[in-house]
């Protein structure tokens, strides 16, 4: 129940924060997907199932503070987070840079997906030379960001009486 | 053995995938094609969080101004947006004095066509910009409850800025005149050629398509009616039932080029707001009551 409880804050205070403060802290245009951050976070405690319904509810969240159609965020995020969930696991090593590795990996693939899925929804301008540098440029800011939102969402994750639950 | 346990292991987790797409796609789709339900979701969420997100963007705004420059810090960027805002408003009057000297002018006037005179205005700040990589949108802080409504224009003191998208009870998105696919109808400040300005996606600037005329840059001597000039401002078109009042400055012409085998020219406009720099803007109550 506190899990639950911290994680729904978690995700609440990062789409306050990208629809606030983030939107004046562009750079090169672009700024940070805090909340596919998060998710990438989750992934990397929680594994691929965990991630993609975080994914989906966190970007269906989100999705409502942007006039891109809903579901958009939600989609890419949950691909995303099934993506790096998987990947981590696969994975033999784990090092202290691999969270900015991963959400810079993930900031492309959800780009990418994020744009490709509007622009056959029917949204204009979404599949251009501009984006592709805004999506490099915000997988960059998403690498830059992921330490503290890694720690935010590690905080959140925890649940006091169990401990840190990593069900993979 | 641990073969078979992958396989199911995989089996179990497609399905989780499986539903968060199909349910995020079966979204998209209604949402695409217009939903109310979907709307007001939207207008409920905003306005929850509304509150929440003003105190942030209070707490925040020492750290904007240090972001935005020492020359803008305090008290000195409130003063300095005051009087940019009183300079974007004179100069807004000059740019119009220029479309009124023209025929155009007295042609609606004959006409009876409704004029920007016409459209009373909410004033109102901008407090955030898009919260996405893909939009080119701004969030003011007058919505509904100040008489906000979808699809009014939005103008600066020199210049048309966008129109209403969303709105919610406090606040309300503005799209941006160079937002990829917005479309503004406009007319030529010299020749009066009417066509189409369009924003194109990431560059800031608008083409202008759909021109009643080709008509080519103007050479030394050459009469104003018959060529364009560079910097010559466009103004929006007076129709009947328009999205927007006539006489709005809108852009000026950056350049003209035409290549080989093209139809049409591609003529590049420059907006004459700075829609990256906006504190201040008013939303027209078009059409009137």
């Given at each position: 129940?506190?899990?639950?409880?911290?994680?729904?804050?978690?995700?609440?205070?990062?789409?306050?924060?990208?629809?606030?403060?983030?939107?004046?802290?562009?750079?090169?245009?672009?700024?940070?997907?805090?909340?596919?951050?998060?998710?990438?976070?989750?992934?990397?405690?929680?594994?691929?199932?965990?991630?993609?319904?975080?994914?989906?509810?966190?970007?269906?969240?989100?999705?409502?503070?942007?006039?891109?159609?809903?579901?958009?965020?939600?989609?890419?995020?949950?691909?995303?987070?099934?993506?790096?969930?998987?990947?981590?696991?696969?994975?033999?090593?784990?090092?202290?840079?691999?969270?900015?590795?991963?959400?810079?990996?993930?900031?492309?693939?959800?780009?990418?997906?994020?744009?490709?899925?509007?622009?056959?929804?029917?949204?204009?301008?979404?599949?251009?030379?501009?984006?592709?540098?805004?999506?490099?440029?915000?997988?960059?800011?998403?690498?830059?960001?992921?330490?503290?939102?890694?720690?935010?969402?590690?905080?959140?994750?925890?649940?006091?009486?169990?401990?840190?639950?990593?069900?993979? | 053995?641990?073969?078979?346990?992958?396989?199911?292991?995989?089996?179990?987790?497609?399905?989780?995938?499986?539903?968060?797409?199909?349910?995020?796609?079966?979204?998209?789709?209604?949402?695409?094609?217009?939903?109310?339900?979907?709307?007001?979701?939207?207008?409920?969420?905003?306005?929850?969080?509304?509150?929440?997100?003003?105190?942030?963007?209070?707490?925040?705004?020492?750290?904007?101004?240090?972001?935005?420059?020492?020359?803008?810090?305090?008290?000195?960027?409130?003063?300095?947006?005051?009087?940019?805002?009183?300079?974007?408003?004179?100069?807004?009057?000059?740019?119009?004095?220029?479309?009124?000297?023209?025929?155009?002018?007295?042609?609606?006037?004959?006409?009876?066509?409704?004029?920007?005179?016409?459209?009373?205005?909410?004033?109102?700040?901008?407090?955030?910009?898009?919260?996405?990589?893909?939009?080119?949108?701004?969030?003011?802080?007058?919505?509904?409850?100040?008489?906000?409504?979808?699809?009014?224009?939005?103008?600066?003191?020199?210049?048309?800025?966008?129109?209403?998208?969303?709105?919610?009870?406090?606040?309300?998105?503005?799209?941006?005149?160079?937002?990829?696919?917005?479309?503004?109808?406009?007319?030529?400040?010299?020749?009066?050629?009417?066509?189409?300005?369009?924003?194109?996606?990431?560059?800031?600037?608008?083409?202008?398509?759909?021109?009643?005329?080709?008509?080519?840059?103007?050479?030394?001597?050459?009469?104003?009616?018959?060529?364009?000039?560079?910097?010559?401002?466009?103004?929006?078109?007076?129709?009947?039932?328009?999205?927007?009042?006539?006489?709005?400055?809108?852009?000026?012409?950056?350049?003209?080029?035409?290549?080989?085998?093209?139809?049409?020219?591609?003529?590049?406009?420059?907006?004459l707001v700075d829609l990256d720099d906006i504190t201040y803007v008013k939303i027209l109550r078009w059409p009137g009551p």
């Amino acid at each position: 129940m506190v899990r639950r409880v911290r994680l729904v804050l978690l995700v609440v205070s990062l789409v306050v924060l990208q629809t606030t403060a983030f939107t004046h802290l562009r750079i090169f245009g672009a700024i940070p997907d805090l909340c596919l951050v998060a998710t990438v976070a989750i992934a990397y405690e929680e594994g691929p199932e965990r991630a993609a319904l975080f994914g989906f509810l966190s970007g269906l969240f989100l999705d409502l503070f942007l006039s891109s159609p809903l579901g958009l965020s939600a989609l890419s995020q949950a691909v995303v987070g099934y993506g790096v969930g998987a990947f981590q696991g696969a994975m033999l090593r784990e090092s202290r840079t691999m969270p900015a590795f991963l959400s810079a990996g993930a900031g492309l693939l959800g780009g990418a997906i994020f744009a490709l899925v509007g622009a056959v929804a029917g949204e204009a301008g979404y599949l251009t030379g501009t984006s592709l540098r805004v999506i490099i440029v915000a997988a960059i800011y998403d690498a830059v960001v992921a330490l503290p939102v890694f720690a935010f969402a590690r905080w959140a994750n925890h649940d006091p009486e169990i401990g840190y639950s990593r069900r993979r | 053995m641990v073969v078979y346990r992958r396989d199911q292991r995989e089996a179990r987790r497609r399905p989780v995938l499986l539903i968060v797409v199909v349910a995020a796609l079966v979204l998209i789709t209604i949402d695409s094609r217009g939903s109310g339900l979907i709307d007001s979701a939207r207008r409920s969420a905003r306005d929850a969080l509304q509150p929440v997100q003003s105190i942030v963007d209070s707490a925040f705004n020492p750290v904007r101004n240090v972001v935005d420059g020492i020359t803008s810090y305090g008290s000195v960027k409130d003063q300095n947006a005051l009087l940019k805002r009183r300079v974007a408003k004179l100069e807004g009057r000059l740019l119009r004095d220029r479309a009124v000297g023209s025929e155009v002018g007295e042609l609606e006037r004959l006409l009876d066509l409704p004029t920007i005179d016409d459209a009373t205005g909410v004033a109102a700040r901008v407090v955030s910009g898009s919260p996405d990589n893909f939009e080119r949108t701004v969030i003011v802080n007058k919505g509904a409850s100040k008489g906000v409504q979808l699809s009014q224009p939005v103008v600066a003191g020199n210049g048309l800025v966008g129109k209403v998208t969303a709105v919610t009870s406090e606040e309300a998105t503005v799209t941006l005149i160079d937002a990829p696919g917005f479309g503004v109808g406009v007319r030529l400040e010299g020749s009066n050629e009417s066509g189409v300005a369009e924003g194109r996606t990431g560059d800031r600037t608008m083409r202008l398509s759909f021109l009643s005329r080709q008509l080519p840059l103007c050479a030394e001597n050459a009469a104003a009616d018959t060529c364009m000039r560079k910097g010559e401002l466009v103004f929006t078109t007076a129709v009947a039932n328009a999205a927007f009042p006539p006489d709005i400055p809108v852009a000026k012409v950056k350049n003209r080029t035409k290549r080989v085998g093209e139809l049409e020219a591609t003529i590049t406009l420059t907006p004459l707001v700075d829609l990256d720099d906006i504190t201040y803007v008013k939303i027209l109550r078009w059409p009137g009551p």
